[in-house]
């Protein structure tokens, strides 16, 4: 576990193993990395971020990080992998699961929810384009996931 405060001063539990974080995961975070990119959503008011969201009811968190991918970006998104489990002790706490996933396809016709749609983001203008991401992408624990879906995709292409 790897613990912090995020940039709203609340703490962060970042938790590596699967059901490990005492809480049940409600929202998800999808980081597909593809060709040495990013799938980022743009959000109007946050700027870019990773696409995600609550799960509704009636549906498995997997189930809800591929709906929210293709609602905010219009990728199918597959090939789920877990990465981390992030519980935000807010007023209640919630738990986040993140996932990396493979872009399986693009529909570039799709009537977008709540989001200005895709965009890609190299890995090396990661550093460089901070001003563009959400506050919520700048913070140490998105940085630790980051690297760790980097390590992941360097392990499965070797």
């Known amino acids: 576990m790897y613990?912090?405060?995020?940039?709203?001063?609340q703490r962060v539990d970042l938790?590596?193993?699967k059901d490990r974080a005492g809480i049940?995961?409600?929202h998800v975070i999808v980081a597909a990395f593809d060709n040495s990119q990013w799938l980022?959503?743009?959000?109007p008011d946050r700027?870019?971020?990773?696409?995600?969201g609550k799960a509704e009811p009636g549906e498995t968190i997997e189930q809800a990080a591929v709906r929210e991918v293709y609602e905010e970006t219009g990728v199918t998104a597959g090939n789920l992998k877990f990465i981390a489990d992030y519980v935000v002790h807010a007023d209640p706490p919630f738990c986040k699961r993140v996932f990396a996933a493979d872009?399986?396809?693009v529909n570039e016709d799709i009537q977008l929810r709540e989001t200005k749609g895709a965009a890609y983001l190299l890995e090396s203008e990661w550093e460089k384009s901070k001003e563009k991401l959400s506050r919520h992408m700048s913070d140490e624990g998105m940085d630790r996931i980051r690297k760790k879906v980097l390590a992941d995709e360097r392990q499965r292409n070797n």
């Open 24 to 26: 049940e995961p409600t």
């Open 3 to 9: 613990t912090y405060k995020d940039r709203a001063d």
């Open 15 to 17: 938790f590596w193993k």
């Open 103 to 105: 872009i399986l396809s």
């Open 40 to 43: 980022m959503t743009i959000h």
């Open 47 to 52: 700027g870019l971020e990773w696409p995600g």
